[in-house]
């Protein structure tokens, strides 16, 4: 089974700019969440989508949206890009809503400068 | 809100030596799961666990569930040099569709 893949992995903008991000979970999987990952905040949980309904939502401005389609994909969006939007974007699927394992994509890299 | 406090933070020990880490919690937890990430990489799922008192092993790892809810410990064994990078732990609280993350305990494994 393929695992959750991301893309892009690498990604720069300048500030004030949008960004869209992509991911696909593995296969028969129907929950996606986003995480945002920096070494001074680490692991910080941004939403979760279930059924192409967004099921739970992180402390983040509504800069940060997201959605998810009919076929489980995922993308997240990133309005009006400021410096400290730098960070490792993942993905990670579940077989089930908020529930059981999650497993993560690579992560998109996103720098703003 | 909700806190996972992981310990330690970095570890520095030589190839061969054991190795432990844990986390807490400031409430009850459904699930833990421990995860190991390299650079430039997503984390990895190395154990999941699902009952108080749980001992779980994938190798040389071991996790356990504390019995109060409110803590879980992971082991290695017998490190090796590939076993360098962090280790995270992720808590899921009863009926709360959401996980928390520790901050990451960095292993450096020296040859």
């Known amino acids: 089974k393929a695992g959750v893949t991301q893309t892009p992995r690498y990604l720069i903008k300048t500030r004030g700019q949008q960004v869209t991000l992509s991911c696909s979970p593995i296969?028969?999987?129907?929950?996606v969440s986003w995480y945002q990952q920096t070494p001074g905040q680490g692991l910080q949980f941004l939403f979760e989508y279930f059924s192409e309904t967004q099921r739970n939502k992180g402390n983040f401005p509504g800069r940060f949206s997201g959605r998810q389609f009919s076929n489980s994909r995922s993308e997240m969006n990133v309005s009006t890009l400021e410096l400290g939007d730098s960070a490792l974007y993942l993905c990670?699927?579940?077989?089930?809503?908020?529930?059981?394992?999650?497993?993560f994509g690579p992560g998109t890299r996103l720098t703003v400068l | 809100g909700q806190q996972l406090n992981q310990s330690p933070q970095s570890m520095f020990i030589q190839e061969g030596e054991d190795v432990s880490m844990n986390c807490t919690s400031s409430?009850?937890?459904?699930?833990w799961l421990w995860y190991k990430q390299e650079p430039g990489e997503g984390p990895v799922l190395l154990i999941a666990?699902?009952?108080?008192?749980e001992l779980t092993s994938n190798g040389r790892l071991t996790a356990q569930f504390g019995i109060t809810r409110k803590d879980s410990f992971l082991n290695i064994s017998a490190s090796i040099p590939s076993d360098v990078g962090i280790y995270f732990c992720a808590g899921q609280p009863y009926n709360f569709n959401k996980f928390y993350f520790g901050s990451g305990t960095k292993l450096n494994v020296k040859p």
């Open positions: 409430s009850i937890f459904n699930t």
């Open positions: 990670a699927s579940s077989p089930r809503e908020g529930y059981n394992e999650q497993f």
């Open positions: 666990l699902y009952k108080a008192g």
């Open positions: 296969s028969g999987h129907r929950s």
